[in-house]
């Protein structure tokens, strides 16, 4: 049990930790501040949190639990507004898509009271944001990585994982480096990809008219090119590295398809196209992942 919970990011993925954190008992009470005061005020009318903070730095000021929930180029700032009222005896946690550079922000900023944080990225979300879509159930059920680093004490790897395991997440953990490799693979290359299908069609002259003609396949494909554009703009900065390794691997795959195609070589095609369609049908989604 936390007694309060200092939460800096009231939208969708703060304001459903919130929530889910009060309804397992896990917090007694929440400060929460976000870069917006009506955001602020809209969370606390909603009961999200209970108590409006005018600033990071008051958010955090009595909390034993802090949750970071920002957009991961704004962690930096962020741990340089808190890090004053950082005590020992704090669990501070984020959310962000990429880890690298939150870890590195993190040692940049934080310094002696980096052993305190815990980088951690719960394999869930909305097309939508915003605090009135913050949802109890979001994280339930749901996989959550942790990416600590040498410097990160073990109790307080111990004690985030117990948190959200106490909010029914699957937990497991990784190194930083890793991570990024793996989600520019499995989540950035393909919202790049959703995003630049979207435009190549609506950029065309006749783009309406073709989308008019869209059906369920499309919409599955397509659903998460109307992801949250802030926050994305971010995350595919944030792990330029290696989502340009794998946009290398993706150009080289559709230039295959490409050359079948105009040379009309239908065996080759089927067998590229088999060979997909088997990695396909025997993956299996994780359980609890979206």
């Given at each position: ?6 939460l ?6 703060g ?8 309804r ?8 929460g ?24 730095l ?8 802090v949750?970071?929930?920002?957009p991961?180029?704004?962690t ?6 808190i ?16 880890k690298?550079?939150?870890?590195d ?5 934080l ?5 305190n ?12 944001s ?13 996989p959550?990585i942790?990416?600590?680093i ?5 109790k ?11 909010l029914?997440c ?18 950035h290359l ?9 435009n190549?069609?609506?950029g ?11 059906g ?6 397509s659903?998460?090119?109307a ?7 971010d ?12 946009m ?15 040379a009309?070589?239908?065996d ?8 997909a369609s ?13």
């Open positions: 049990m936390f007694e309060q919970l200092g800096i990011g009231c939208g969708l993925m304001g459903s930790f919130a929530l889910a954190a009060k397992a008992g896990l917090v007694r009470r929440v400060v501040y976000s870069k917006s005061p009506s955001t602020t005020e809209r969370a606390r009318q909603l009961g999200v949190i209970d108590v409006e903070a005018p600033s990071a008051q958010a955090v000021s009595g909390s034993d639990l949750l970071l929930a920002v991961v180029a704004a930096e700032t962020t741990f340089k507004s890090r004053h009222l950082l005590t020992p005896e704090m669990l501070v946690v984020d959310v962000g898509s990429t690298r550079d939150v870890v922000a993190a040692r940049r900023a310094k002696g009271a980096v052993g944080f815990v980088p951690c990225h719960p394999i869930t979300g909305r097309e939508v915003g605090v009135e879509n913050a949802d109890a159930e979001l994280y339930k059920g749901k959550v942790l990416t600590p040498e410097r990160t004490l073990t307080k790897i111990d004690q985030a994982e117990a948190m959200w395991q106490a029914g699957r937990v497991s953990r990784m190194s930083p480096e890793s991570h990024d490799a793996a989600f520019a693979a499995i989540s393909p919202h790049l990809i959703a995003f630049a299908l979207m190549s069609i609506a065309q002259p006749r783009g309406n008219e073709f989308l008019s003609l869209a369920p396949g499309f919409r599955d494909f659903r998460i090119a992801s949250d554009p802030h926050m994305w703009r995350v595919l900065i944030a792990n330029r590295e290696e989502l340009a390794e794998q290398r691997h993706f150009q080289h795959a559709l230039a295959q398809f490409e050359q079948l195609i105009a009309g070589q239908t080759a095609l089927e067998q590229l196209i088999t060979q088997h990695a396909r049908a025997t993956w299996r989604l994780t359980p609890g992942a979206q």
